[in-house]
């Protein structure tokens, strides 16, 4: 074995023991699998430095006194390690193949598993908290029930592995591999994910609150049920993701991909989307965007960056709901994203378009109120009514009429009182024509 390879932390690296059944190496060293609990403590304690061992397929392994040792680059395939409690072991680059660690102990941050091989590994129930698992394999392994709070795992495999009810909680796991991982009901909560893949994964009823997803890959990923809550997914996948029921209130959507993404009944509440991409993305009635917790700033105190956010997720929700068949959404985020506008002009000293934003939703509402042009055409009617030097019924009949057409009422009055008409004229004909508009623009959602 290269000596490289080996901590450089424990001594030597000779294998000083005596051999074994007329052999060349010792009993830990030997080439031949299922060695017997017996042969192996024979001769008291093996001491400290057992890296390259050779335990495949060791019954009761469990038995040997292995905290305290190095293990590195050793093989423990199919070695029966149920209830062990491990302290101080170095397994880096050690390869652990189908071993059975049900019910064990490896916590305490003092267990070095780096590099090492657990595919197939039975680890149900199994203490790893605080475990270093850097670029390790767990590829298939059982780690139902599994305890890996705070344990160290970027770059670890775990394709297609069963982490049903795990506790992973404060666990770093960047750019690791979960590719068609089971993961219901995990607990990741403030996990470290960042630049994971979760491809094809089920996450159903998983916590993944306040996790950092960034660059993370979630395509056609199972996340029914989900909690997202606070969760940061900039610049994450979720293309065809099976998304319904999430809750991803606060969450941070910035530049995420969501296209296909299927969010029936899912919590899009206070998220941030700017950037994000939606592409025939579905939502239903019951999809939650929070229109009063879309930020967390008031339009008074928001700076323009803030509007621009806010504007953009108004933007999305308004599209998103006129490809579902939701015009009434589609018609709200349509009057808050004009009213963040106009807060923006505000905020930019462009007055002219901060008036004319200001008068089409004060006139119109944004090109979405009939009734409050009528409310204004009433207002226009009743205010020459009052102008006209006339008895109530007839000031109020010659106002309507001049509002319609100023020369039928014209010669009845007094020099003065005509351009009170025609003025009155012009803002009937300006008003007819918006509610032509506003009826024409909501006849097409």
């Known amino acids: 074995m290269p000596t490289d390879d080996l901590p450089t932390s424990a001594g030597g690296h000779c294998c000083w023991r005596p051999v074994w059944q007329d052999g060349d190496r010792c009993v830990w060293h030997t080439e031949c699998a299922g060695k017997s609990v017996e042969a192996l403590t024979a001769r008291g304690n093996p001491g400290r430095r057992l890296d390259g061992a050779i335990l495949t397929d060791v019954d009761g392994l469990s038995e040997v006194p292995l905290s305290g040792t190095t293990l590195a680059n050793a093989t423990l395939s199919g070695a029966d390690l149920r209830g062990v409690r491990l302290r101080d072991v170095d397994l880096r680059g050690a390869t652990l193949e189908r071993v059975d660690l049900r019910d064990s102990d490896l916590s305490g941050g003092t267990v070095q598993l780096r590099y090492a091989d657990l595919s197939a590994a039975r680890l149900r129930h199994a203490d790893l908290s605080n475990v270093d698992l850097r ?104 293309e ?107 905020k930019k000293w462009a007055v002219a378009k901060w008036t004319g934003a200001t008068l089409s939703g004060g006139v119109m509402r944004y090109g979405e109120g009939p009734w409050r ?11 020459g009514a009052i102008l006209y030097p006339l008895s109530p019924g007839e000031s109020l009949y010659v106002s309507l009429v001049s509002f319609l057409d100023p020369l039928a009422a014209a010669r009845e009055l007094p020099a003065w009182a005509r351009y009170v008409a025609a003025v009155q004229s012009l803002a009937g004909v300006l008003l007819i024509a918006l509610l032509v508009f506003v009826f024409g623009r909501r006849s097409t959602y």
């Open 135 to 238: 670029f390790a394999t767990l590829r298939n392994a059982d780690l139902v029930r599994a305890s890996l709070v705070g344990a160290k795992a970027s770059g670890t495999t775990l394709t297609a592995a069963t982490v049903i009810s795990t506790r992973l909680a404060g666990a770093t796991l960047r750019n690791a591999d979960l590719s068609d991982a089971l993961l219901r009901r995990a607990r990741l909560a403030n996990a470290q994910l960042r630049g994971a893949t979760l491809s094809g994964a089920d996450c159903y009823e998983a916590d993944l609150s306040d996790a950092d997803l960034q660059k993370a890959v979630l395509e056609d990923a199972r996340l029914r049920g989900t909690d997202l809550t606070g969760s940061d997914l900039t610049d994450a996948t979720l």
């Open 240 to 346: 065809n993701a099976d998304a319904r029921g999430v809750d991803l209130s606060g969450a941070t959507l910035t530049r995420t991909v969501l296209t296909r993404a299927n969010l029936f009944d899912a919590d899009l509440s206070g998220t941030t989307v700017y950037g994000a991409v939606f592409v025939d993305a579905k939502i239903n009635d019951r999809t939650e965007f929070g229109f009063d917790r879309g930020s967390t700033t008031s339009l008074s105190d928001a700076t323009l960056t803030d509007l621009d956010r806010l504007g953009w997720r108004y933007r999305i929700i308004e599209r998103l709901s006129r490809q579902n068949a939701l015009p009434e959404q589609a018609r709200r985020a349509y009057r808050r994203r004009k009213a963040v506008r106009r807060r923006r002009h505000r």
């Open 373 to 383: 042009v009528l409310g204004v055409s009433a207002v226009v009617v009743l205010a």
